[in-house]
């Protein structure tokens, strides 16, 4: 029988320093801060937390990437105290993100659905394209597992925001660009305590 899929991954202890690793976390950090930049002038241009909200992930995962290269070499140790710091910072995001969501059902929005559709587009591709090259490094250490989860995330939350524009065009309201705004916060919970788990128990037997 397979390993559970709730069953924390064997570390992989050569990987991590593998320069085809180091590549695919430069490509990663690129695409990412790129999509940073255009993601949250067209959130704004468009009115939409959910395209703000992917747009601040962006942002998040390419300093995530930036520290994954910065320790890709050390002991497993560091390694497994800069997860914690990622999975810190992916529960801080989707806290934000529920919070700026509950604002926006209090002040109301008008989300643009034509711009959210086609930058979630954009998103998709990207993070997809990540996804592809980092899965093969997906059940390695905490701190690998880390960048994996943020890519896999990030894919199912542009697949929402997709989602959230098919439902702001098809009902004329902004719930929709709402509530995905809210399961990507959940996501950004969920994958922060995989990542805290594994973290800890790397620390525990390091």
Known sequence: MGKSCCQTPETDHGAH?????????????????????????????????????????????A????????????????????????????????????GYAVYGLAVGSSPEPQTMGLIGTLALLVNAAVALLLFRYREGDANM??????SRNDAIGN????AAALGVFGTGQAWPDLLVAGVMAGLAIWGSSEVFTQARRELAHG
């Open 159 to 162: 697949i929402a925001v997709l």
């Open 145 to 150: 597992r880390s960048v994996w989860i943020c």
């Open 63 to 98: 300093a995530n990437y930036a520290i994954s290269l910065s320790v890709a070499g050390m002991a497993l140790a560091w390694r497994a105290k800069a997860a914690l710091l990622k999975a810190a910072t992916m529960l801080a995001f989707g806290l934000w993100v529920i």
């Open 17 to 61: 320093n593998n320069p085809r690793w180091r590549l695919i976390l430069w490509i990663a950090l690129i695409a990412n801060a790129a999509m940073f930049v255009v993601e949250i002038v067209a959130g704004i241009a468009a009115d939409s937390r959910a395209l703000q909200a992917d747009a601040l992930d962006f942002f998040g995962d």
